[in-house]
């Protein structure tokens, strides 16, 4: 096992710390909040010789997100960071970063998209941009922030997936906080990921065209080929992340499940907020009441098997959602959530609760509150209505 190196940092420090320890060739990138933190620390191990990245500087987040387009085109290992309407007006790249197959990672510091405006914490960036075709990893802490980084160029660069990867975590909430945190060897990072050697580039001597129109005649089979790719990542997964288990003894899988084993009731819940909701958990637990936490940590590819599995024997659950999808039936994460659960035999009853918006204070009493609710659910053998807020002012 690797040695680790116990050290404090904010999120956003661990982040940049990482993409220090991965040294790529080009970072292209542009400052907005929160993550503004991550492009200054990373520009200054730039000028004090820490990495041989090519940095640049760019005049907007579109403008970044094409930079890493065309070095990952030419060969290069990239990636950027960015949070809310920064990530939004990478919207058009995005789909061209994943149709390309180019691979890259992006650290997406999550906050509120406008309007009207807001800084805070809250997943509508990320998941308006869950179906991209980007891999997507959400970290609940630091330590997982830092880790997923490692593990998602991985997946990214692999033969069967080369697709682009995001890392999510929470701005301002594990972006600026402070947490104790392990860290690798530089010469253990290096040996983990390994040298990136695409199979084609634009600057191998060989003729290449990215960037063509893509007829009626071929264009629907490049994005079948696209979400073949989607499908054999999730073994891909798997795989590197037992790999790096293997290394750090920190395990991790697609989902997390805490005292599920005999759950009668759950919350479904990714990023920070997982970890309040264990504290919740715990303290029913110690009454006796059977209740559990699921956390996804994969959402693209989404696991809907595993967490099929895991609410099978659960009579009711509340999926949480930090993002809306304005369908007036629910948010992004309930909508997969509750088609995973279809072809169950004995399907829980599920609600939807929207929390948490705009960065929004999540304390404790919300999850004591969505768990009482779910008794109310389960004593009344029907959910109601499951299109549900919890912490909004005069509800």
């Known amino acids: 096992m690797a040695k680790s190196i116990r050290e404090r940092l904010s999120g956003n420090e661990a982040v940049a710390t990482a993409l220090k320890q991965i040294n790529p060739d080009?970072?292209?990138?542009?400052?907005?909040t929160p993550s503004t933190e991550v492009v200054h620390y990373f520009a200054q191990y730039v000028a004090d010789g820490q990495v041989d990245t090519e940095f640049v500087a760019v005049e907007s987040e579109h403008s970044a997100m094409s930079v890493c387009i065309g070095a990952a085109a030419a060969g290069a290992r990239t990636?950027?960071?960015?949070s809310a309407c920064g990530l939004a007006l990478m919207w058009e790249l995005l789909y061209v970063a994943s149709g390309h197959r180019l691979p890259m990672t992006l650290n997406v510091i999550n906050r509120a998209l406008s309007g009207p405006i807001n800084i805070n914490n809250d997943h509508s960036d990320s998941m308006g941009a869950r179906d991209s075709g980007w891999i997507q990893l959400y970290s609940e802490n630091n330590q997982e922030a830092y880790d997923n980084n490692f593990m998602a160029l991985r997946i990214a660069e692999h033969k069967d997936v080369l697709l682009p990867a995001m890392v999510c975590q929470d701005g301002f909430i594990t972006s600026h906080a402070i947490e104790n945190i392990e860290l690798l060897e530089d010469a253990d990072i290096r040996k983990f990921i390994g040298e990136y050697k695409p199979e084609r580039h634009l600057i191998d001597g060989k003729p290449l065209s990215v960037g063509p129109y893509d007829t009626v005649q071929f264009y629907f089979e490049h994005q079948y080929q696209r979400a073949q790719a989607m499908i054999k990542s999730k073994a891909v997964v798997k795989q590197i992340f037992k790999e790096f288990g293997d290394l750090t003894g920190r395990k991790y899988d697609l989902i997390e499940e805490y005292k599920m084993e005999d759950a009668e009731r759950a919350i479904v819940v990714l990023n920070s907020s997982a970890g309040t909701a264990k504290v919740v958990c715990d303290q029913l637990r110690a009454k006796g009441e059977k209740v559990g936490v699921l956390k996804i940590r994969l959402f693209?590819?989404?696991p809907a098997e595993e967490i099929a599995k895991a609410l099978s024997?659960?009579?009711?659950?509340?999926?949480?959602?930090?993002?809306?999808?304005?369908?007036?039936v629910g948010g992004p994460v309930f909508a997969d959530v509750r088609s995973a659960c279809y072809e169950l035999a004995n399907r829980p009853l599920m609600v939807n609760y929207i929390y948490g918006l705009g960065g929004r204070d999540v304390p404790v009493e919300n999850f004591f509150k969505v768990y009482e609710d779910l008794n109310e659910v389960i004593k009344n053998g029907k959910t109601g209505n499951i299109y549900r807020h919890v912490g909004v002012r005069g509800v």
């Open 313 to 328: 024997h659960v009579k009711a659950v509340a999926v949480m959602d930090k993002a809306d999808s304005f369908s007036a």
């Open 300 to 302: 693209r590819p989404f």
């Open 26 to 32: 080009v970072i292209g990138a542009y400052p907005i």
């Open 79 to 82: 990636g950027t960071v960015t």
